[in-house]
């Protein structure tokens, strides 16, 4: 079935209906990422987004719903290549086409992705509408009615049907046996407990949860707006967590948030955070944020550790910045994004405060960028100390 991508500037591409048929919109961003299809997809940081897969091998390896962000679909529609028709992963549950119909997900293929890439870097990111109904001018004029990023408040923490909450033993991390020495298991032991730490949600990640667990924090998943006394009390947190999410950073009411900063300052909880989460908490110390040209959305974005020279390489899935001139003095710039400059960690010079832009739990993707949840593991240890 014919299915057309129609952007809010009038530029059409045409392709073959992928997923389920209709017609759905959102900001069309490119993603640079050659695995991890998945996971972007289920991710509740996709919300309001249609990605476009660069990486020509889309579906290839089918869908394992073990490797869920989230139990469904969270991006608006998908552009692709390619779609796989056959796919090889012997714990692959179903074909990716079939489980995009499934949720009822609108995509497209048969496009030139990489054109489409290239446009959106030379312009922007805009508007655009997936659709197999309408025509080219009907899906031009659907896409320029689309609601746009900035303003938008997309935060809904996810229901107990959503979250891929992981339990004991889901959590652990996923290894090849040695025969050699004996071991046939497939997955390392998880290490004890050392701390409980409560964790925000504004559209958390699965396997946030699990490599924080996998670094020997118990997880306490909370709204937002909990109550300081319940985080300390009822919850016995030892630490906070802010989560990745969808949508501008601007339009979370902060003013509704003050639970968080009588946490950081008063109680002098440590405190972490990453992509949005990152941008609320420099955002309640009066930062500000901005939207990216074309936002940062792949597995191959290089940051740069100011402290020590290194360079890690992660994944990043965001369309706003921190804005490094309005942050305080409080604030501290500890690396940046290598390919533009912008903010990718802050800590405080006072407090146990440290945030990252990226996302350090990505899976599959970069393992540099997990030394973040080590770091963690010992400011809650000096802290608790």
Request: with cysteine.
């Amino acid at each position: 079935m014919k299915a057309i991508l129609a952007l809010e500037d009038g530029t059409v591409f045409e392709g073959s209906s992928i997923g389920a048929t209709g017609t759905a919109t959102g900001e069309v961003c490119f993603n640079t990422a050659v695995a991890g299809y998945q996971e972007l997809i289920t991710d509740p940081a996709c919300r309001g987004l249609i990605p476009v897969m660069t990486y020509p091998l889309i579906g290839n390896y089918g869908i394992s719903e073990g490797d869920n962000e989230s139990r469904r679909p969270q991006a608006n529609a998908l552009v692709v290549t390619e779609l796989a028709r056959l796919h090889s992963n012997w714990n692959a549950n179903e074909d990716m086409g079939s489980w995009m119909q499934r949720f009822g997900m609108v995509g497209i293929a048969e496009v030139d992705c990489r054109a489409i890439a290239t446009h959106i870097r030379d312009n922007g990111s805009m508007r655009g509408c997936v659709t197999t109904e309408l025509s080219a001018e009907e899906a031009i004029a659907a896409a320029k009615a689309a609601p746009t990023l900035e303003g938008a408040d997309l935060v809904t923490p996810l229901s107990e049907e959503d979250v891929f909450w992981p339990g004991e033993g889901e959590e652990r991390e996923w290894k090849l046996p040695n025969k050699t020495a004996g071991d046939m298991t497939n997955y390392k032991e998880l290490p004890p407990v050392i701390a409980n730490i409560g964790v925000l949600d504004f559209g958390v990640k699965q396997s946030t949860l699990a490599t924080l667990r996998q670094h020997g924090l118990a997880c306490t998943l909370l709204p937002p707006t909990v109550d300081a006394a319940d985080v300390l009390d009822s919850c016995n947190c030892q630490a906070i967590f802010l989560s990745d999410g969808p949508g501008d950073p601007a339009a979370v009411n902060v003013d509704e948030l003050q639970n968080i900063k009588q946490l950081m300052t008063e109680h002098k909880l440590p405190t972490f955070g990453t992509g949005l989460g990152h941008q609320v908490i420099a955002r309640l110390f009066g930062a500000t944020t901005s939207k990216l040209k074309f936002g940062h959305h792949g597995a191959n974005q290089p940051v740069k550790d100011e402290r020590v020279g290194h360079v890690l390489i992660t994944t990043q899935n965001e369309s706003f910045t921190v804005d490094a001139a309005s942050l305080p003095a409080e604030l501290e710039v500890v690396q940046t994004n290598m390919n533009d400059n912008t903010v990718a960690a802050l800590r405080h010079t006072a407090l146990p405060i440290f945030t990252v832009q990226y996302q350090p739990s990505a899976i599959p993707g970069p393992k540099g960028a997990d030394s973040y949840f080590a770091e963690i593991s010992k400011m809650i240890q000096a802290a608790k100390a």
